[in-house]
């Protein structure tokens, strides 16, 4: 395989994210999913304890929720919700950092419609409401796990090509 991670590497800790940001539960969310991303690809072991070959630390630096698009009589659209987080993934033998990163993930969403009938494609996958099996639910809390979920898997997919 490509790539050059470090042979060392066996394991990784991943302590809760740090949330700068007012949004609630955010980083409790994003941490168990990138835990569970790394889990489902069984690349790095998941352990608790922090003398690990390897960590990855997280911070939430902003979210951000605001009108993305406007209708013909200027009214709101569409909201977008956005947040950026800092990754580091740390190699704790060598004190190096394998990546260091600053991911961005985002959702939109109409606060006046479901997204299974909204006419946005929220998880912006080119399939669109009733044909996504995806797009169900609150609108704005679809847009935050969207958000999250990519991040996620955008940080997973780093980590996979460093191997
Ligand atoms: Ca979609
Ligand atoms: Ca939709």
Known sequence: ??????????NVY???????????????NLTSKIT?????QNILKITNNE??????????????DGPFSFDS?????????????????VDNQNEKNLI???????????INNDPSSDGIDNDND?????????????????AINIAINKIASDIVNSILSTW
């Open 14 to 28: 991943i302590p809760l994210i740090q949330n700068d940001t007012v949004e609630f539960e955010i980083a409790e």
């Open 1 to 10: 395989m490509a790539g050059s991670i470090p042979a060392n590497i066996n």
């Open 126 to 142: 080119g399939i669109l409401d009733e044909n996504d099996d995806d797009e169900f639910g609150d609108s704005r809390e679809l």
């Open 36 to 40: 569970q991303e790394i889990a489902i």
């Open 100 to 110: 260091e990163k600053t991911f961005t993930g985002f959702g939109n969403y109409s």
């Open 73 to 89: 009589n200027e009214q709101v659209d569409e909201y977008r919700f956005s947040i950026n987080v800092q990754i580091v993934w």
């Open 51 to 64: 003398k690990s070959d390897s960590s990855i630390l997280g911070v939430i630096s902003s979210a951000n």
